[in-house]
């Protein structure tokens, strides 16, 4: 995933929250335009069953800001939220049905001091997105996929690599909050199949192509 044209508004961090810690930007861009942190889905494939009960995910609330920016989740599976700092923080919860969708607030849960740790469950009835954003700095959300279809949260090159994908075409689809992108890939029988998504298609305006 690629964003060459990412406006320095992007680019750059934000001011600092009440820990001192400047805002992440918008988005991570590499000096070759790869765009890390961001999901991507093939919603018409299953997540693969896990073998084993999977291991919990683990977050962090770390200099007001929630740690890592993205993440996915196994249906389920358990979620557990930690606090580093020496202050009390209340994490605001919102869901989406699909990236596409206006976020739904879910309630808030209360971190009361250095160590303290909260499980969130992951059951849904479909793919769902959860954002969580701190009370000390709300416009510095992190997000959640918790996806029964195939999920990937892009490396700090921007690339993602789904594995045992059967040959035909696949709805992909990319997001990089507020921007969603949908796009047909067909993948070959035999080989791999590369596929370059650029993000500036969907960044214009806010403008945005539902899955």
């Known amino acids: 995933m690629i964003w060459p044209g990412a406006p320095a508004s992007a680019r750059a961090e934000g001011p600092r929250n009440p820990c001192g810690v400047a805002r992440r ?3 991570s861009i590499s000096t070759l335009h790869g ?21 919990p995910l683990e977050l962090v609330v770390r200099d007001c800001r929630i740690d890592p920016i993205a993440s996915i989740a196994i249906a389920g599976g358990d979620v557990r939220l930690a606090s580093l700092d020496t202050r009390a923080h209340r994490v605001a919860i919102a869901s989406r049905g699909v990236p596409s969708d206006p976020a739904k607030p879910l309630g808030s849960i209360d971190l009361a001091w ?23 700095a709300p416009d510095d959300a992190s997000w959640i996929a918790i996806a029964e279809s195939r999920a990937a949260v892009t490396d700090d090159t921007g690339a993602v690599t789904f594995k045992a994908i059967p040959a035909g075409t ?11 992108i949908a796009q047909d890939v067909d993948v070959a029988a035999a080989g791999s199949t590369d596929v370059t998504i650029d993000l500036g298609a969907g960044a214009g305006a806010g403008a945005a ?3």
Request: hydrophobic share 50%; charged share 15%; net charge neutral.
């Open 25 to 27: 930007p918008r988005a």
């Open 35 to 55: 765009v890390s942190s961001a999901f991507v889905f093939i919603t018409d494939l299953p997540a693969p069953s896990p073998k084993a009960a999977p291991a």
């Open 114 to 136: 250095a160590g303290d740790t909260v499980s969130l469950a992951s059951t849904a009835a479909k793919p769902i997105l959860l954002e969580l954003a701190p009370d000390t």
């Open 170 to 180: 696949h709805h992909v689809v990319a997001w990089l909050p507020p921007i969603v």
């Open 209 to 211: 192509r539902a899955p």
